[in-house]
């Protein structure tokens, strides 16, 4: 979602003004009611499993090592179950034979809401330009990244009985599981909110 400095809709700086709680960038022309919510967008992932094994796929535009879940924006008039199929099918050519919900993930840093589900995907893998390469990863080797998709592979290995092994992109080494940190830290805190 770009953020606006100027109103969409008649070219008007926008302001900040306190609006359901919190400052929003608002248009103060007389007649034009152009509010920047800032809502989170809803991304649908995708834990892929084909032939036994678990899909992570490289975008193009990132570094070579870097592999995760197809994801993809739902289209107006589109469920979320037919959005993941439409997705996977556009980016890879597998058909999705069911999609079953794992659950609902922040992703905060970009402002997205992740929406993840498990799909069970036959046919023949191609690539869609998007995608540079991808991989088949047994779930008793999975590693997981520490960021929204990554808590959805978590659960969805965790709820089959497999190994949770988390690990640091950057350095490439295990790490614990940031979950329990970031709930350790959470305890008996209150939410702090000043509108
Ligand atoms: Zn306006």
Known sequence: MPSYRYCPHCGTPLMALPMSGRERMACVQDGCQFVQWDNPLPVLAAVVEYEGKLLLARNAAWPPSMYALVTGFLERDETPEAGVARELKE??????QSVSLIGVYEFMRKNELIIAY????????????????????????????NAGTGFAVADWLAARGYPVRFFD?????????PRQ???????????????
């Open 91 to 96: 980016e890879t050519n597998l058909d999705a």
């Open 118 to 145: 498990h799909v069970r995907a036959t046919g023949t893998i191609a690539l869609s330009e998007e995608l540079a390469d991808y991989k088949l990863v047994a779930p008793e080797k999975m590693r997981i990244w």
């Open 169 to 177: 992109r950057q350095t490439g080494e295990d790490i614990p599981d």
């Open 181 to 195: 940190a970031a709930r350790a830290e959470g305890a008996g805190a209150t939410l702090q909110y000043r509108p």
